[in-house]
C-alpha cells in the first residue's frame, strides 16, 4: 500500500532488516544481532607528503604537526564519500567516524576523526581506537556496530594497511607497504534506497592476530554486492549538473575539468548523477543540460562567466569591484581583483584576492573571498526575470548579472561572449530596482496603470533553442532564513502535471493518492495516468480539487529531493493544500474541504465581476461602502494592492468612483485573462452561502500542524506556534544542514521558540487558537485573502525564499514586491516546460546554500571524475603548494639537487601526481629516504654534478637514450643554484619538456635562461 503524504514528510519509512546473527570471526564469538552492512565507498593510497589543509580548515603548522598518515586518511574519507555517492548527504547528518590509529596516542596529538566531522559538520560518534596493527579493522568492526543504530546513515571507517579479500578497491597504489585505506559503510537496505552501488557486503571482521601460518589480519567479503541499474529516464532532457567548489578559481577549474570529462561517460543521466552526490562545498553553480555535448558546451560557458568576472567592473549597493585588466583563471599569469568595498549591515570587508594561489610569493585564495562581490549571484540573461537567456531573435545570450542577495537594486552586465544582442546595464538595472506603489501587483495579475501581467498567461520568455542548455547561476553566499512554501490559487491548465509524472514515479504515485482521497471524498476523478487532468471538465468542483491533487504532488516531489518547509501559506483554495501539507489536516480531510469548497463555488457560478485597486484597505472600504452588499473586498496582496468583486454593474460604479478620487482602479474582464486564471468568486454571495460549508464540514479534524501555517484566512495569524526566528537553529541553518534522510525520523518543520517574540498583528496563541476547522474554511472561502499581511510576518520572523508551489507561475511577481523576497521567489512549474522550470527552482535553491538531496536525480552507476586536491607539501614545518603542472605516466622527469629534504619532496610531488620514472642527479648517491620508501621502482639514482657542464649533458644524454622522453625538470636544494639551474635549462632546451622549475625554501618558481628569456 503506498504511504500517504503525512507519513513521507515525516521521513521516509524505512523496514529494517530481519536481524542475522554476527558471524564468528578470529577475535569475536558474540551472538549480537546485526544488520547486514555493504561497503559503498572506497579511496586507497600510500601515504604522501602532500595534503590540501586548507579544504579542512586546517593551519598550515596544524597541518605540519599531524602524522601523514592523518593527513592522507582526511583526504582519502572524502574521496571515498564522492565515490560512495553519499557525500551530498554527508554535511549536517549524523554520520560517523572511526579511524584506526596504529601507534598511542600522544597528548595533545590531534584526533583526525574529530578533524573530519568538523570538516563536513557530522553531528554523529567520531572515534579514534587503538589496537596496534589491527586498528583499523577494529574501527572497522566498530563502525559495523555503530550501523546498528538507525540514528546513524552510514560511517566512514579505515586507517593504515587495512586488507580487503578479495580486493574490491580496484585503485592501483605503490607497491608500499605503508598505505592507507577508507570505507564508506552503509546498511545494505539503505544503499538500494539510495541508488548506492555496493562493492560487497561484509561477511566478518577478522580481529586480532593471525596465527602461525594464517593470513594476515583482514576484512573478509561475500559476493562482490550489486550496481544500481540505471535510471529508466534515460538521458530524458533537461538534466540538472550541480557544480560546487571552495573559491571561484577553483569553482572556474572544475568547470573546465568536467567539461573535457563528460564525454567519457555513456549518457548525461550517468554523468549527472555521479558528479551531483559528491561533498558540497562553499561556492556553488549548477547548468542544465540535454547531452553530454550540450553539458560541456554550458560548463565551459559557466567557465568563461567566472572569468569574466575578473574583467569587469561589478557595481551593487554595497560593492564596487575593479580589476586592471582581463583575468583568464586558466593561465599560469593571473591578475589581482581588488573589492573597494564598504560592507552594510552585517556584512563582512572583502580584502585582495590573488587569483593564483600556486604562484611564489602570493597568499593562497581565502575560503571567504572571491574575485566577485562578497556574496554576490550571478544569474545569467533574464533567467530571474523571465526564466530565459535568449534574445529575441532565438540566438542565446551569454549575458548575466551578479547580485547583491542582502540587498540594494544596482546590477551589472558582465563580459558577454556571445554576439547576440543584450539589454543595457541600465534596462537591468531597472528591472531589479525596487518599484513604487504605482508599479505594484496582485493575485489577478492585474499592475497600476495597464493590465501588466495576466494570470496563467505564457511567461514572456523566450523559448530556448532545441536541444540547447543554460548556464543557471553561480553563488557564494548561504542565504539566511527559511523557506516558504506558498501554494497559489489558480494557474491550472490542461497538461499540467504530465511532465513531472512522466520524469518522477514518486510525484505520479503522489498524485495518484491524492486523487483517490478526493473521489472517496465524493469528488470527480481528476487525475488518470492515461488523461491526466485533461477530462475537459470546467466549472470549479473540478478546478480546485485538480489543484488541490497537482499542489500535494509537487510538496511531494520537493520533499524527495530534500527540500523541506519551514512553514507554509496559500492564496484562497491553495490554503487548503497547505494545510494536507503541513499536517494541520488529514489528506482525507484536506479532500473533503476541497471538494466541498469546489461544488459550493460552483454552484455560485461565474456571473460577477472584479476589480483591482491601488488603495489601501482603509480607502478601499471606503469606496465601497455605499455598495458593500454587492461588492466585498476579494483579496489584500499588499499594502496598497487590493481586489473587490461583486456584481458587474456595482464593480463598473466602483472603478469610476476611484477615477473620480484620482485612485488607480482598473476592472479585470474576460479580454484581461485567460484559461488557468485565480478565480475570483462573487465575494457577497459565497459569504451568503458560507454557513452551508461550515454545516458540510463539521466533522473535520483540526491537528497541529508539524510546521507553521502563515493564515491568509485570519489576518497575521501564525498556526501551529511561534516559529524560529532567523538567529535561532532554524532558518537557514535547518534548511542547509538538514538531517540525512535515512537517519532517525524527525518531526520536521518549527519546533516553538521559547525567545520568539509574541506576534505583532494580534494572531492568538497555539493554546488558545482552534486550528482549521471548519469554522476556519467557511471563513476561508468567504474571504479576503490576506497575502500582504502573510508576506509581512513571514518576512518578520526570518523567512527569506518563497517557492511558489503551482502549475505556473501566478504570485512570484506579487510576492517579489516584498523587500525580502526580491531576489529569492521561485515556481516549481510553468505551462512553457514545467519539468525545466521545476529543475531550475532546485537549482537555485542549491545556489541560495539549500541542502538538496541529489539522489533523486537517479541511481549513482559510475563513478565520479577524480577530486582535485589543492594540496600543500610539509617541508621543514611548513606547508609548501606543489605547483599545477601537467604531469605525464609515460615519460622521464629529472630531479637534480640530490636527495635532500627539498629533492624529497619533489620526487615525492612528482610520483602522488602520476609520474612513474623519475631520474635523481645527486653529487653523492645513498638509499632512499623515509619519504620515499617503497618507491624504488619508480626512482633511478644517478651520481652527476648539475654545476658540471659536461658531467650534466653526459647524464642527460643517457636518459635520451633509454627512449622515454624528459618531460619535466626540477631543481631542488635548500637555496638555488644559479650555475646548475642555467646548465639544466640551457641542455633541456630541445627536449619536449612541459616545464622546468626550481624548488627550494623560497618555494617553487620558473627557471629562466642565462639570456633573460622566461623559463619553462
Known sequence: MAES???????????????????????????????????????????????DHEWFGITEREAAAMDPHQRVNLELAVEALDDSGLGCLARGSRAAVVFGAATVFAAGAANSAHQLSRALDLHGPSLMVGSDRASPLVAV??????????????????????????????ITAPPSSDVSTVLVLQRTLEAARTGTRCYAEIAGTGLGFPGSGETDAHIALRNHGTHPSPDAR??????????????????????????????????????ATAVARLVPDRYRAAILAHDTVDAATQLRTLAQHIAAAGSTTVYSANYRATTPAPVDPGTAEVGQIRLDATPGPGEARASDITANPDTAGTEPLPHNDSGIPAGAVWRPGAALATGGGSTGTGEHTESGVWTNPHGGGAVAVPHSGSSASTESGATRAAAYAPRG???????CGVGAGVVRRIVGSVVSAVARPAGSGEVVGVSGVRREGGVLLLFSGGG?????????????????????????????????RVWTPRTGFGHGEVGEDFAQPALFVLQVALAELLDSWGVRADAVAGHGVGEVAAAA?????????????????????????????????EATPAEALRLLEPMRATVGVAAIDGPRSVIVSGEPRYIDALVRRAHRRAIFAQRINAESAVAGTIAVPHIPQVRAVAPQLITELAGITARRPECAVYSTTRRGAVIGGPVRSAGDDGGAAATAHRPHPSAAPQTRGTAPNPTAEPNRNGARTPEADPGMDAAYW??????????GAALEQAAADGFSTVVEVGPHPVLAAIVREQAAFRESTYSMASRVDEAASFLRTIARLHLDGRAVDWTALGPQTSPPPQRRWRRTISVNGAAVRPPEMPIRAEGTYVVAGGLGNSGAVA???????????????????????????????????????????????????????????????VHAGREPDRTAAANLVELTASDPTDFTIGFSTSGWQPLSRVSGATGR
Open 5 to 51: 503524504p503525512e507519513v513521507l514528510r515525516r521521513g521516509r519509512r524505512r523496514t529494517r532488516e530481519g536481524l542475522p546473527v554476527r558471524e564468528s570471526t578470529t577475535a569475536s564469538t558474540d551472538r549480537t544481532p546485526i544488520l547486514r552492512v555493504s561497503i559503498v565507498g572506497v579511496a586507497y593510497r600510500a601515504t604522501g607528503t602532500a595534503f
Open 141 to 170: 568492526d566498530t563502525a559495523v556496530r555503530l550501523l546498528a543504530d538507525d540514528a546513524v546513515p552510514f560511517v566512514i571507517a579505515g586507517g593504515a594497511n587495512l586488507t580487503l579479500l578479495p580486493d574490491i578497491s580496484g
Open 234 to 271: 534515460g538521458d530524458e532532457p533537461p538534466v540538472l549538473i550541480p557544480l560546487s567548489s571552495t573559491d571561484p578559481i577553483a569553482l572556474h577549474d572544475l568547470a573546465q575539468h568536467w567539461a573535457d570529462t563528460a564525454a567519457t561517460y555513456l549518457t548525461l543521466r550517468e554523468f
Open 437 to 443: 506603489p504605482a508599479a505594484q501587483g496582485n493575485s
Open 492 to 524: 491550472g491548465h490542461a497538461r499540467m502535471g504530465r511532465g513531472l509524472a512522466a520524469r518522477y514515479p514518486v510525484f505520479a504515485g503522489a498524485l495518484t493518492e491524492a486523487a483517490d482521497a478526493v473521489a472517496e471524498a465524493g469528488g470527480p
Open 581 to 613: 501539507v503541513s499536517g494541520a489536516v488529514s489528506l482525507g480531510d484536506a479532500a473533503r474541504i476541497v471538494v466541498a469548497r469546489g461544488r459550493l463555488l460552483s454552484k455560485i457560478g461565474d456571473h460577477g465581476a472584479a476589480a483591482v485597486l
Open 778 to 787: 467557511g471563513e476561508n472561502a468567504a474571504g479576503p485573502v490576506e497575502l
Open 907 to 969: 620526487v615525492r610531488w612528482l610520483l602522488d601526481a602520476g609520474a612513474r620514472d623519475v631520474v635523481v642527479l645527486t653529487r653523492m648517491p645513498r638509499a632512499l629516504p623515509p619519504p620515499l620508501d617503497g618507491m624504488d621502482d619508480w626512482i633511478v639514482v644517478v651520481r652527476c654534478d648539475a654545476t658540471d657542464r659536461t658531467d650534466l649533458a653526459t647524464a642527460l644524454h643517457d636518459i635520451r637514450e633509454c627512449g622515454s622522453p624528459i618531460r619535466g625538470v
